[in-house]
């Protein structure tokens, strides 16, 4: 309803404007109708992940009204549906302008989503008898599915400059479900997915404030924002632990908090074709929270003590960044920067009880100073070499036994632009990572050998070179290839390598006006190599545990049950797509037909390696597995398909009609999908992500009216 | 100590001089021709120049209040008198008779002085000569006189981004809902690669607020920055991940028990022995809560409430 009223406001406002000035004025714009008529098989959700096809008419509106001083635009499009969004920009020439906006977002995850509880979309789960039924033909059916509305308006001043001044606002709604999980017991157990309510709403507000006539530049803004959720916790009641209707589990919800922003910019023009720069900001981001003093586990509700019962949340940050910029002589232009970001978290530390167990949460904060140059220098013979070089370094506190990073980056790139007809260019960056690791020193602990890749010491090298043709006016070609190789040197436990390729390839030709011919083609190739040790016992786990991965395999049977051994797996991934259309103007402004086809495909495999002696007679749990059937091959796996033909009739200047049809395909074969149970293993699923494969033939026509 | 405070606060007084004094930039108006001298020959440019934001006199200092088409062009008298072939006598903006440096520096004498523009020197686009006229023209009345829509215009250069918003897992970027500038700062920022925040998580927080906490249970890398497990633009696994779950987790946990076990092709939905730790949304379909966690005791701290 409200956004009816706000709609029907922006549109009442924009007729009201037309006739609020008597001067000389045009108006100009398009109203077009478009009916389509889709026919989609499989899975909906995927096909509209972010749109809203369905059969009818789609409208979109644009207008443009434009006079001496004043001018105002508006656009509407799909009306009615959920991607319709709206649009008023207005204003005076040279001295204000103002905007309203209103668009609607749709994310479809699943269609037909199902689960055995009673209250989906509410914020209380339940069940009426224990177990709960597993024919899921009696389950309940849902759609994972968000809706988000955003509702902005802003205005800007600038007739008093060298001051000027901007202001706006906007709130986004979301509305909807997704799909969340749960442990069924405290330390793992079954995985129960749970159809999360999402009703939340955040408010923005943001100011700026500013001076600019050369060669002075400064600006104050402040950006005010409010998150709210109208559930903070997900109720449920937990089969895992038999819990009755009367003792429920809580999973919490994101919790409502306030961010506020404020920065200072600035810039100030110097001698020698120089400029000094700068920009500094702090925020804070807060939320209070009342804590759960229970939590219900196996055998009924566990109470723990708390030192707070409110964790007040805080985390502010400071930046600061500063940038010289010189041109002092044509060849030379520099870049010396200076970069300070710091996160501190103010949160209270809280003291948790449970049983014989306490614990405190970590307080994880950390700074970045980055400092560096960039030089570009023009050589003769049309050459170009800008050449970089930045250090950072990281400082964090607890997390884990992570404490700094240090990172020397090196770049180089060298573009060429001799010829009239063809630029090229190549490039070389290597970044060099140092990860100050304080691991435990025993080595009877994994952690001792685990380095986490984010943090991990690194060598990553960089290559690219890309070439740009232009023979002729109309003719364009282009080729880009770039491999990055990033070697983790210090890893024993965990990512180790990542190598990534591309290839890119465009063209586009005019021919004598008649007919554009257009084409790209993309690869990628994704290389990521892992080493790991499993380390599981089921009874009485041996002291020292044998964590070393130089220690040989260790594989013992029932009652045990110790299995020590490494593993390795490859994952790759080869991406390949292309484009094909043509624009064939088959009378000249008149009648057009564009023709386009897109293809994409994905290959995804992951090769494992047991490093251990399989031998089920020993190991019951092996269950037939041997070092060559253990690999997966449609580790995600899709192609796309998609083909368009459409054809414009431009009957008159003002009116033209265009037809067509589009065909639609997706395929999906992932391994972690395939076989789909809801029920498997005692645990209980939703179906979220199942199933999107689609294909769909979609017919359109419109018509099209320009004033 | 006091002299080298006095020796260091007169600098910026002596900057602050000369900005004073800085003079003003030279507009030579010799050899101007006006627009109608223009229109003679170029009526479609004119006609599109007189229907576009530029030939409005009410905004001081538009080309209609200054020398019209040569306020951009510069003055037309010797390309007049050279028979007016293309580029002879006068400032056009091509690539193969002017350099990008040459081109903006046309535009920024008038931009240079909006807040959009007003850090045009730090962006990486002018040092990749990039210029005004790659994006933009003055002669349409597309909004913003962009010469394309986003994405499709910045994908020219940037076709790698292009590949990866095809890939199936993406922001609806290819779908007109999100721009490219909604979180890049085209025309020059000092966040990494010209976004629009201070870190890469403050960026991300502004669409994704239920994600901003703080968190009493807080899972570090998550805190430090989205793309440690994201990817921006496109991603053949879901939710955008830059690998897939299990391995992803695995890559840092690698304890004992469930977080360092290899599972394979036996533990999925069709292998012999299926685990949730494998099948469908593995560790998350239980790690529900890992972008932070307000649950209590180990169900918190693990993010499993």
Redesign the interface.
């Given at each position: 309803m409200r956004s009816k009223i706000i709609i029907g406001t922006m549109i009442f406002s924009w007729i009201a404007f037309l006739n609020a000035f008597a001067q000389e004025r045009r108006l100009e714009g398009e109203v077009s109708v478009t009916g389509v008529a889709p026919k989609i098989e499989g899975g909906k959700a995927k096909f509209n992940?972010?749109?809203d096809i369905r059969d009818g008419a789609y409208v979109e509106i644009e207008t443009?009204y434009h006079a001496?001083?004043y001018y105002l635009d508006f656009r509407a499009q799909d009306i009615g549906y959920k991607?319709q969004r709206y649009g008023i920009e207005g204003g005076?020439?040279?001295?204000f302008k103002y905007h309203f906006d209103y668009?609607e977002?749709p994310?479809n995850f699943t269609y037909g989503a199902k689960s055995f509880y009673t209250g989906v979309g509410g914020a209380k789960l339940t069940f009426p008898t224990q177990p709960p039924s597993k024919d899921i033909n009696t389950w309940t059916t849902f759609d994972y599915s968000i809706e988000r509305k955003n509702y902005g308006g802003g205005f800007k001043l600038d007739m008093l400059?060298?001051f000027?001044f901007d202001a706006s606002v906007n709130r986004?709604e979301r509305k909807g479900l997704y799909?969340?999980?749960?442990?069924g017991t405290?330390?793992?157990g079954?995985?129960i997915?749970l159809p999360a309510p999402i009703n939340?709403m955040?408010d923005n507000l943001k100011l700026?404030a500013?001076y600019?006539?050369?060669?002075?530049?400064f600006?104050l803004g402040y950006f005010y924002?409010t998150?709210r959720?109208d559930n903070s916790q997900l109720d449920f009641r937990n089969p895992a632990n038999g819990s009755t209707a009367a003792t429920t589990?809580?999973?919490?919800l994101?919790?409502n908090?306030t961010?506020y922003?404020l920065d200072l910019?600035g810039?100030?023009?110097?001698?020698f074709r120089s400029?000094f720069?700068l920009?500094l900001?702090s925020?804070s981001?807060?939320?209070d929270?009342n804590?759960?003093?229970?939590?219900v586990a196996l055998g009924g509700r566990?109470f723990?003590n708390l030192s707070s019962p409110v964790?007040n949340?805080?985390?502010d940050?400071q930046?600061y960044?500063f940038?010289l910029?010189s041109n002092p002589f044509r060849p030379l232009?520099a870049?010396l920067f200076y970069?300070y970001?710091e996160?501190r978290?103010k949160?209270n530390s809280?003291t948790?009880t449970?049983g014989p167990?306490t614990?405190s949460?970590?307080l994880?904060d950390?700074r970045n100073q980055k400092y560096g140059a960039?030089l570009?220098f023009k050589l003769p013979a049309s050459f170009?070499l800008?050449a970089a070089y930045t250090h950072a370094r990281i400082e964090?506190r607890?997390?884990?036994n992570i404490p700094t990073n240090t990172d020397d980056t090196y770049g180089a790139?060298l573009?060429w632009?001799g010829l009239?007809f063809m630029v090229a260019k190549v490039g070389y960056e290597r970044l060099q990572r140092k990860g100050d690791f304080g691991q435990p020193a025993d080595p009877n602990l994994?952690?001792h050998?685990?380095r986490?890749?984010?943090?991990a010491s690194r060598d990553r090298n960089t290559y690219k070179a890309i070439v740009d043709f232009f023979p002729i006016e109309n003719l364009n070609f282009?080729l880009?290839y770039?491999y990055k190789d990033t070697n983790y040197n210090e890893t024993i436990?965990?990512?180790q390598s990542d190598k990534r390729s591309?290839f890119?390839m465009?063209g586009d030709y005019l021919i004598a006006k008649r007919v554009r011919l257009f084409a790209?083609f993309?690869f990628?190739y994704v290389k990521?190599d892992?080493f790991?040790?499993?380390?599981?016992?089921a009874n009485n786990?041996p002291s020292p545990?044998p964590?070393d991965p130089g220690n040989p395999p260790t594989i013992t049977p029932a009652p045990q049950s110790l299995q020590a051994f490494n593993?390795k797996?490859t994952?790759t991934?080869t991406?390949y797509?292309y484009g094909l259309g043509a624009d064939l103007y088959i009378l000249p402004q008149k009648l057009t037909l564009k023709l386009q086809h897109?293809w994409?495909k994905?290959d995804?495999y992951?090769d494992?390696t047991?490093f251990r002696a399989f031998n089920p007679a020993i190991i019951p749990?092996d269950?037939?597995?041997t070092q060559d059937?253990?690999?997966?091959s449609n580790?995600?796996k899709?192609e796309?398909r998609f083909y368009m033909a459409r054809l414009t009739y431009n009957l008159t200047k003002t009116l033209s009609f265009a037809g067509g049809y589009v065909y639609e395909k997706?395929i999906?074969d992932d391994?972690?999908?395939?076989?789909?149970?809801y029920t498997?293993?005692g645990?209980f699923?939703t179906g979220?992500?199942t199933n999107p494969s689609y294909e769909a033939n979609i017919a359109f026509l419109s018509a099209a009216y320009r004033f | 100590m006091k002299k080298y405070f006095v020796s260091i606060s007169f600098f910026p007084i002596l900057i602050f001089l000369w900005a004073i004094f800085l003079p003003a930039e030279v507009r030579g108006s010799d050899g101007v021709v006006g627009v109608e001298i223009c229109k003679g020959c170029h009526e479609d440019h004119y006609n599109s120049y007189m229907r576009s934001t530029h030939a409005k006199k009410a905004i001081p200092n538009s080309p209609a209040n200054l020398e019209g088409c040569e306020t951009c062009h510069g003055p037309g008298a010797a390309h007049v008198e050279k028979s007016g072939e293309r580029g002879v006598g006068i400032f056009i903006f091509s690539k193969k008779i002017a350099d990008a440096r040459s081109k903006s520096a046309k535009c920024l004498s008038c931009h240079g002085e909006s807040r959009d523009l007003s850090f045009w020197d730090v962006a990486k686009h002018p040092s990749v000569d990039v210029s005004c006229d790659n994006c933009h023209t003055v002669h349409s009345m597309t909004p913003k006189n962009l010469k394309a829509t986003q994405p499709d215009l910045c994908n020219i250069c940037h076709r790698s981004i292009r590949a990866q918003q095809n890939k199936q897992s993406h922001h609806p970027i290819r779908d007109g809902k999100l721009k490219c500038t909604d979180c890049h700062d085209h025309h020059g920022g000092f966040g990494q690669h010209m976004i629009k925040a201070e870190s890469v998580n403050e960026l991300c927080y502004k669409c994704h607020a239920d994600k901003r906490g703080p968190f009493m249970w807080q899972h570090p890398p998550v805190e430090e920055n989205c793309l440690s497990c994201h990817t921006a633009h496109g991603s053949n696994v879901s939710k955008l991940l830059v690998s897939r779950v299990p391995l992803l987790c695995q890559a840092c946990h690698a304890d004992t028990g469930h977080p360092g076990t290899g599972n394979t092709s036996f533990e999925t939905f069709q292998g012999r022995t299926p685990s949730n730790k494998m099948f469908a949304r593995a560790c998350l379909n239980c790690h529900s809560t890992i972008h932070g966690s307000n649950g209590p005791s180990v169900q918190g701290r693990r993010f499993v409430r």
């Open positions: 992940e972010y749109r443009r001496d001083q991607t005076k020439w040279g001295s668009d977002i994310h400059k060298p000027y986004e799909p969340v999980g749960a442990a405290s330390s793992g079954i995985a997915e939340y955040t700026e500013g600019i006539q050369n060669p002075f530049f600006s924002s998150f959720n589990d809580i999973f919490t994101p919790p908090n961010y922003r910019k810039g100030v023009k110097l001698p400029k720069n920009d900001a925020s981001t807060q939320s929270v804590l759960l003093s229970s939590y566990n723990i964790f949340g805080k985390v940050t930046s960044n940038m910029t232009d870049k970069k970001y996160r978290n949160s809280i948790t449970d167990n614990f949460n970590p994880f950390y960039e570009g170009n800008t964090r607890d997390r884990d790139d573009r632009s009239d994994l952690e050998y685990v986490r890749y984010d943090v282009s880009g770039k436990l965990g990512l591309e890119t465009d790209y993309d990628a990521l892992q790991q040790r499993t380390v599981t016992s786990p545990l964590a593993w797996v994952q991934e991406n797509g897109n994409t994905s995804g992951a494992y047991y749990t269950a037939g597995r059937n253990i690999d997966i580790w995600g899709y796309t997706f999906a391994a972690q999908y395939n076989g789909y149970n498997i293993g645990n699923l979220a992500y | -």
